[in-house]
């Protein structure tokens, strides 16, 4: 219990930023990167607008006989994994293969590559059904193809909690670094762009049918009406912080001090509007992490984009955060991107550590007038400030609820 997990390594793919400088940036402008759905005709759906990763080339990161083998999340975890790796100035060949693990997160799995095979078995017949269908759709497909390729042979998992996914793969990361292992990668990304995909997100009627990118996906706004669907999300490399000094590594992101995870089986596809159980995963991380709502610099929100689900947000942290519910800045970028399921929480995780790296607070975009249940500081301008502790929260449809707390380094 005494092995402290550290972030040193960031690699994130995302709709407005391949690479974690590029999409960081974005982010700090407010760019919204939800439009129109173009990889396939999304005109017959309810919902058309995705936060897509447009210009991503597998090629650039992964050899072609991979690229075959696997699917378009996974693709984006490998790169993703490349980055943060390079991010840490961290060669796995040059340590011991039995002490690195990975810990991936997913929701659906591999829905492009699932979404040919399909077409295929209808279109021509069983015969025409390529066999890597059997491991590419797979939910522990990217967890695999990642320890496969850098001979990481630790303990590794995969996650299925599904938004709230993200958190809990960095608490079975500290889990992990304290029972011995000295590196674990682990987030997630998430490749639900297309039409079988999209056809069962709209299932849980909580999508938004608005068609104006500005308008459809609006967290905290009197106006919401749903959220929109997004791909990509972030990979981490989480170590030992005595491990991460001994070997130099060029930065410490931050700490992972307190995690917790609730479950508050209401609905398949929606989380309890009274927010009991997601307010007590928030005050359990706090707890984990011995901190009090006056330690609680700002907040990265689950956002869900729906009247109820924000009202029930809001409760969860007034339970929390008591009278500092009202000033403690919060936020939910992930307005600029859609909600990307596995890789939503991930990607908050990696815009949390960025905005302690650089003293700054990221906006919330499209929200214009707070709805009547919310009287949070939401955050609508990237503004200064000085982050020593921050708490992220996710949601996830089965009743998944999770809160992580990070806080800077102090060796």
């Known amino acids: 219990m005494t092995r402290r997990a550290v972030i040193t390594?960031?690699?994130?793919?995302?709709?407005?930023?391949?690479?974690?400088?590029?999409?960081?940036?974005?982010?700090?402008?407010?760019?919204?990167?939800?439009?129109?759905?173009?990889?396939f005709d999304p005109s017959k759906y309810a919902t058309q607008l995705a936060g897509e990763v447009r210009d991503f080339d597998a090629a650039k990161f992964i050899e072609q006989r991979l690229i075959v083998q696997t699917d378009r999340w996974t693709w984006m975890a490998l790169a993703a994994t490349q980055m943060a790796l390079d991010d840490a100035g961290f060669e796995p060949k040059n340590y011991d293969p039995y002490q690195m693990s990975v810990i991936t997160a997913s929701s659906s799995g591999g829905n492009e590559f699932g979404q040919r095979e399909i077409q295929s078995l209808w279109g021509k017949g069983p015969l025409f059904v390529g066999a890597y269908q059997s491991i590419a759709w797979f939910y522990a497909a990217t967890t695999g193809q990642i320890s496969i390729k850098y001979a990481m042979k630790g303990p590794s998992s995969v996650i299925v909690t599904e938004g709230a996914g993200g958190l809990d793969t960095l608490a079975h990361a500290r889990r992990t670094i304290r029972r011995g292992v000295d590196v674990v990668v682990g987030g997630g990304t998430e490749g639900p762009i297309g039409p079988y995909a999209l056809t069962c997100q709209l299932q849980n009627g909580l999508l938004s049918g608005e068609p104006d990118p500005s308008a459809a996906y609006r967290?905290?706004?009197?106006?919401?009406?749903?959220?929109?669907?997004?791909?990509?999300?972030?990979?981490l490399l989480i170590e030992d912080a005595e491990h991460a000094q001994r070997r130099g590594a060029p930065h410490i992101y931050g700490e992972i001090v307190g995690h917790a995870a609730t479950q508050d089986a209401y609905h398949y596809a929606k989380s309890a509007p009274d927010g009991q159980q997601y307010g007590r995963a928030m005050g359990l991380a706090m707890k984990d992490a011995g901190v009090s709502p006056s330690d609680i610099d700002a907040v990265f929100a689950d956002a869900a984009g729906t009247l109820e689900g924000d009202a029930a947000e809001t409760a969860a942290l007034r339970g929390v955060l008591g009278q500092r519910a009202t000033t403690v800045p919060v936020t939910a970028p992930k307005s600029m991107v859609g909600r990307l399921y596995a890789g939503g929480a991930s990607l908050d995780i990696a815009t949390a550590l960025l905005a302690m790296r650089d003293g700054c607070i990221p906006p919330t975009i499209n929200h214009d007038t707070p709805a009547a249940t919310c009287d949070l500081n939401i955050i609508t301008q990237t503004q200064p400030g000085d982050l020593n502790t921050v708490l992220v929260a996710a949601r996830g449809f089965g009743g998944f609820n999770s809160a992580v707390v990070l806080r800077k380094y102090v060796g």
């Not at 793919?13 to 759905?37: D, F």
């Not at 967290?219 to 990979?235: H, K, L, Q, S």
Request: no cysteine.
């Open 219 to 235: 967290p905290f706004d009197a106006r919401a009406n749903g959220y929109v669907p997004g791909e990509g999300g972030a990979i």
């Open 9 to 39: 390594g960031i690699g994130v793919v995302a709709p407005i930023g391949i690479g974690t400088e590029q999409y960081w940036n974005a982010t700090r402008e407010g760019q919204n990167g939800v439009a129109q759905i173009t990889r």
